[in-house]
Structure formats: C-alpha cells, structure tokens
C-alpha cells in the first residue's frame, strides 16, 4: 500500500479528487485529499489574512498529525507552489513529487511573479471589483477548456480565494532537492497555459515529464491517466 496526498489549485477543495482519490483508494492505498482554508467545505474561514503560509501550513500539518511517510505527494496548478514548500521543509517524509499542469515558482518568486503582467493584473482589478479589493473570483471552466459535461458543476464548485495566496513568495532552502523522484504533467488542451516554462524547466532538470491532451483541471477530465501517472510515481 502506497500513501497519496493530493492537493487541489486554486478555488477548488477536495471535491475535484473524488474520482481519482476513488480509484487510487480501489487498489488499497491511502488517500488524503485536504480542502485548503478558505475555499470549498472551508469557505466560512476565507479571510483576506489568509496567505501561502497558511495553505502550506495546511498540507504540513496534515502530513505530520496524520503520521504519514513516503508519500507522493501531488499538487494541482496554484499547489505546485504548496508542495514544494512542504517537500522543502519535510523531505524525509516525501517519496514522490508529482506537478499536475502546476506552478514551479523559485526561491523568493510568488505565483504572480510568474504570470504575465496582464493576467496578473486582471487578477489584482478583479480583487478590487469585488468590492472588497482581496477576494479574487475563480477563472470559469471555459477558459480552462474543462470537458462540457463536467464545466457547470466546476463552476458551481469553485470558491473565491485571497489575493495573499498569490502575491506572498515562496521560500525555500534547497532541502527539496534532495528529492529525486519528480514528475511534471503538462495539460495541452488550453490555452493561454502559463505551465509550458515550468514543464520545460522540468525537463532541464532530468524530471519525468508527461503530457496530457486536455485541459487544466485534469483529474476531472482525465482522471484515469492521473491515477496511472500517480502510480507509477511509487518509487
């Protein structure tokens, strides 16, 4: 039996998991799929203090109170910035690092530093339409070319999420690399993508790369191939 921890992007929860987390789960492996504050079944504790620290913080601490160990620990979109925190801070823990269609930010980078300035300052004016200036809304399933069976219900699902998720840099002290087996899935199937620079900084680096033909939020259209790509990460 393996251990997944997947952690969903941005304005989603654990609820884009389901069918993935349902076949890992099939096969007898352990399966946490943690909702981050502030958004999904959490939504009632969205607050504009709400930063990276506290979604990293989120994934930490699920790993350490559950007790769990060589895990693969996968991150969607917003939570490659999440996971290579944790993994940076607890590398004796992670056995596998798995990048679905995610950021890769560097040292001292924010996820908006990242993005092209227009989309990032569409984000900070939508913030600010908001009415309240930190409440960013979520980008809609068309844009992400989700499959049309699933776009409403994504759509419905998603949450607003804080502007301080975006803006606050990552730190990281270089332990990550001591973590040799990487994966980057890269979604083909939209566009504009802000994901091909880090799938080729993946492929500088030596890691696996795959590429799937659909669009961004994978594991609802394809989760089938995630749940292969996932197991074959198990060292």
């Known amino acids: 039996m393996s251990t997944f921890v997947l952690v969903h992007g941005a304005w989603h929860g654990s609820w884009c998991w389901k069918r993935v987390r349902s076949a890992l789960q099939a096969r007898g492996h352990a399966v946490f799929t943690p909702t981050l504050t502030g958004v999904g079944e959490r939504s009632h504790l969205l607050s504009k203090e709400v930063d990276l620290e506290t979604h990293i913080a989120d994934v930490a601490n699920l790993i350490r109170w559950e007790e769990l160990r060589d895990i693969v620990l996968c991150g969607h979109s917003y939570a490659g910035c999440l996971i290579s925190a944790v993994a940076d801070r607890m590398p004796d823990r992670i056995a596998a ?22 989309v990032r300052d569409a984000q900070v004016a939508a913030a600010r339409q908001s009415g309240e200036g930190w409440k960013v809304p979520p980008i ?51 566009n504009p993508s802000p994901f091909p620079q ?11 790369t795959l590429t799937m033909h659909c669009g961004h939020d994978v594991m609802l259209d394809m989760p089938e191939a995630v749940t292969e790509a996932l197991l074959a990460a198990v060292p």
């Open 198 to 208: 880090f799938f080729a900084k993946a492929n500088s680096r030596g890691w696996k």
């Open 140 to 190: 809609t399933g068309e844009m992400f070319n989700v499959n049309m069976k699933d776009r409403a219900w994504m759509d419905r699902q998603c949450t607003v999420q804080s502007l301080a998720t975006f803006q606050q840099p990552l730190r990281l002290s270089g332990a990550i690399d001591r973590i040799r087996n990487v994966t980057y899935i890269l979604a083909d199937g939209w």
């Open 97 to 118: 690092l798995v990048y679905l269609d995610a950021f890769v930010p560097a040292n001292g980078q924010s996820l908006h530093d990242t993005l092209p300035a227009e």
